[in-house]
């Protein structure tokens, strides 16, 4: 059971008893229950963190003012037996009422925009009823029923008029609340049974002369402290107090059953005094309950107004619409052409849109006798300008390439954006010459600088052309210009070119090859060679580079045509962790028996995959091998790409470096070597790329593969040869203090089983190296 459960089941046995108690045990309880109900409004707040802690801190502060208030009544009554009235014990009952009424008008917060007024009409209506009541059979018979103490009496009246006070506000409380939560159903019959607690005593002493209600009030007391505690504990308390009011127009039925007979308690009153009591004890027992169905009626007639007022505004609002209305119907025709442009136009430019170029291309196909022209455009480099300047930035730049290519054609072209950064020519009845002149002037146009804002960007575009005629169709168009587009791009972009049969060819032999490298990633249709890296003073094997191989039906296909397709479609990444599990379980043998580390090559791909690290890991534990048993060889490109980049490699890698692993840059030289990069990134082996291996002895030859050499041994790095071929390679480089080599000379890659052979039968030394010696 939940802590505000216990609570209120313990406050509520506390109640209880509480009323049957003799005085000084029930003020003890008093005394108790009050704390406990300030120490959980605390808890309460500090568990809850509420929006809005005014209400909830103003009530905390109004029950330890009752309880000190209590406890000086108890110790007066321990010491001299008795009560004295009035007494200064009285201030402590005044604050708590005072912090309880801030409290409760802190609960809702106004809205500026009412009047002040408006917002106690409801409250004023229920107050002025109560007062009538409250006159008749409380205030009245302790005034004027008996002699009293003018002290006693006034603080009487006093306590009775704090009452009413927070009548006014309990209920405006519960009419104005948007909120209805259980916290706020809680504070509310709390806040009631206060004042309910106080009826009971005041009306006990009006009719007896005697306190005898003092036990039932405090009863009353007690479960509006248990009921405080419980709303502090309650989860709903955070959200309960301090929300903005809620305004009621339209005043719901339930409440106007209420102000009827509200409105009829002062005259009924009245008249039934009249009735019964001949002679009236005074005059005053019927003028004040007349007077308050005065106010209850002028607090009824102001509200009628709010309610005539919504009236008028919702009929002026209603006006209003007819007006608009009226005027929606004159504009449709004027909107319904608008929304046609709209369809068929691009929002940011206004040029035409795809659905445009659809419409344009299928009349311009409807006609049989004619040739036609199609460009399609796409901007190089508009990404880095959306990423490093905004979209605001990219979208002006689109504005600005829209503008320049709308002086390129003619008024009888259609020009239009597709999409993103991509746009769209076609040219009917056009020539293939003027197809090829439109399309190099475009190419010329958009690659000019551009000035937007106090920037100058520079981008280019890839142009794809398409000279067509029927029979076709605008899908079959638009992929025969999309593959020149793709062509143009892969040609090295800012240029234009021509649709050919065989870039459709090319296009189904990709989609064929990216098909079936889907089921061999499924099908494990991979396999895995081995070529040695050897010590050229010693001739030992010291590591193998795992290459990957793939032939579909007996026919190999070169790693350069598949591997790009693997990258663009995401499969290099389980084909790449397939080779990490393969190669170090093949090499574990040669690890054990020669020392021999597998080197596997890792791509851009991999190493933005989250979990490349635990790849690489779990890997090398279930082939049971350190992590200084595989080297990973990454271009530098990779490395280097952004900063971005570079910082999140770094620390992949840093975390397989960790346990031992190795990192090798391959290609070295061929890409963008920097001092700066080798200082800062973690990597222990430099491939020098086969561009820098000597061949013919030449001084230039020899001078950059030893800067390489001695770039590498400076930074304390290890640099291995690719592409060595020929004793005489092999010896330049032994001279050139270069110490690792591979290639040809020393051994083809060799499917495991042969070069575990050839190992086997030479204890891991290799006969191209040994020329060397």
């Not at 007349?290 to 009236?311: C, E, G, H, P």
């Not at 389980?574 to 170090?584: D, F, M, N, S, T």
């Not at 028996?593 to 791909?605: K, L």
């Not at 890659?749 to 191209?768: E, F, I, M, Q, Y």
Request: hydrophobic letters at 45%; proline letters at 5%; a neutral charge.
């Amino acid at each position: 059971m939940t802590a505000w459960r216990w609570y209120a089941v313990l406050g509520l046995g506390a109640v209880a008893v509480g009323g049957f108690l003799p005085v000084v045990p029930r003020q003890g309880l008093y005394t108790l229950v009050g704390m406990s109900a300030a120490v959980v409004l605390g808890a309460g707040i500090r568990r809850h963190r509420p929006a809005d802690r005014r209400s909830w801190l103003l009530f905390t502060a109004a029950i330890w003012c009752s309880v000190a208030a209590a406890a000086s009544y108890a110790a007066e009554y321990l010491v001299t037996g008795r009560i004295g009235f009035p007494a200064w014990k009285d201030l402590p009952f005044l604050g708590g009422y005072l912090c309880m009424a801030l409290g409760t008008l802190a609960w809702v917060r106004p809205d500026p925009a009412r009047p002040r007024a408006e917002r106690f009409i409801d409250s004023g209506i229920v107050a002025s009823g109560m007062a009538a009541l409250a006159w008749t059979f409380i205030v009245h018979p302790l005034l004027f029923t008996r002699p009293v103490d003018p002290g006693r009496a006034a603080s009487h009246v006093m306590y009775i008029s704090i009452d009413l006070v927070l009548v006014v506000l309990t209920t405006r409380m519960i009419f104005t609340s948007s909120v209805r939560s259980p916290a706020h159903t809680l504070v509310s019959c709390a806040l009631g049974v206060v004042i309910a607690g106080d009826v009971v005593y005041y009306a006990t002493l009006a009719w007896t002369g005697e306190t005898y209600g003092d036990g039932m009030s405090t009863a009353l007391y007690l479960c509006a402290y248990a009921l405080t505690g419980t709303a502090a504990l309650h989860p709903s308390m955070a959200g309960a107090a301090g929300r903005p009011e809620r305004r009621e127009p339209v005043i719901p039925r339930h409440r106007v059953y209420l102000y009827s007979i509200l409105a009829l308690v002062g005259p009924v009153v009245a008249i039934t005094m009249l009735l019964v009591r001949s002679p009236l004890p005074s005059r005053w027992w019927v003028l004040v309950p007349l007077a308050t169905s005065v106010v209850t009626s002028v607090l009824l007639i102001a509200r009628l107004s709010q309610l005539v007022r919504f009236a008028n505004r919702r009929a002026a609002d209603l006006d209003a619409q007819a007006v608009t209305l009226g005027a929606a119907l004159r504009e449709q025709e004027t909107l319904r052409q608008q929304l046609t442009h709209r369809a068929l136009h691009d929002a940011l430019t206004g040029l035409g849109n795809r659905a445009l170029l659809q419409e344009r291309l299928e009349h311009a196909l409807a006609r049989t006798t004619s040739s036609h022209g199609l460009l399609l455009l796409d901007l190089d480099g508009f990404k880095d300008v959306n990423d490093s300047f905004g979209h605001p930035v990219g979208d002006a730049l689109l504005i600005e390439v829209a503008a320049r290519l709308l002086g390129e054609v003619s008024t009888s072209d259609t020009l239009v954006r597709l999409g993103g950064d991509e746009f769209a020519i076609l040219l009917e009845d056009v020539s293939p010459p003027r197809l090829s002149t439109v399309g190099a002037s475009v190419v010329a146009a958009l690659g000019q600088p551009y000035t937007v804002g106090e920037r100058e960007l520079s981008v280019t575009t890839s142009v794809g052309s398409l000279h067509f005629s029927a029979p076709s169709t605008p899908a079959e168009a638009m992929r025969n210009a999309d593959l020149a587009l793709y062509a143009a791009k892969a040609d090295g972009k800012n240029r234009l070119a021509a649709y050919e049969p065989r870039l459709a060819i090319e296009r189904h032999e990709h989609m064929r090859l990216s098909a079936e490298l889907r089921r061999a990633v499924a099908e494990d249709e991979f396999v895995v060679n081995y070529q040695p890296v050897v010590d050229l003073s010693t001739g030992r094997v010291t590591a193998v580079e795992a290459l990957l191989r793939w032939s579909p039906g007996g026919r190999p296909v070169p790693p350069l045509e598949f591997i790009p397709i693997a990258e663009q479609y995401g499969l290099i990444v389980p084909i790449g962790a397939w080779v990490l599990r393969q190669a170090c379980k093949d090499v574990r043998t040669w690890y054990e028996r020669f020392g021999i580390s597998v080197t596997v090559n890792v791509s851009g791909r991999q190493l933005r995959e989250p979990d490349f690290a635990s790849v690489v890991l779990g890997a090398l534990r279930e082939a049971g091998l350190p992590g200084e048993a595989l080297i990973l060889e990454i271009t530098e490109t990779v490395l280097v790409s952004s900063t971005a980049d570079a910082d999140h490699v770094t620390a992949l890698l840093s975390t397989v470096r960790a346990e031992g692993v190795r990192i090798a840059v391959d290609d070295f030289g061929t890409g963008y070597s920097s001092l700066a990069y080798l200082r800062h990134l973690p990597v222990d082996i430099l491939k020098i790329d086969r561009a820098f291996t000597p061949e013919g002895g030449m001084a230039e030859e020899m001078a950059f593969t030893r800067a390489i050499v001695e770039l590498g041994n400076s930074l304390r790095l290890s640099s291995i040869a690719e592409a060595v071929e020929t004793p005489e390679q092999a010896e330049r480089l032994r001279q050139l203090d270069c110490h690792l080599a591979q290639g040809y000379h020393f051994s083809r890659p060799l499917p495991v089983g042969d070069l575990d052979a050839v190992l086997t039968s030479r204890n891991g030394v290799l006969d191209g190296a040994s020329l060397l010696s």
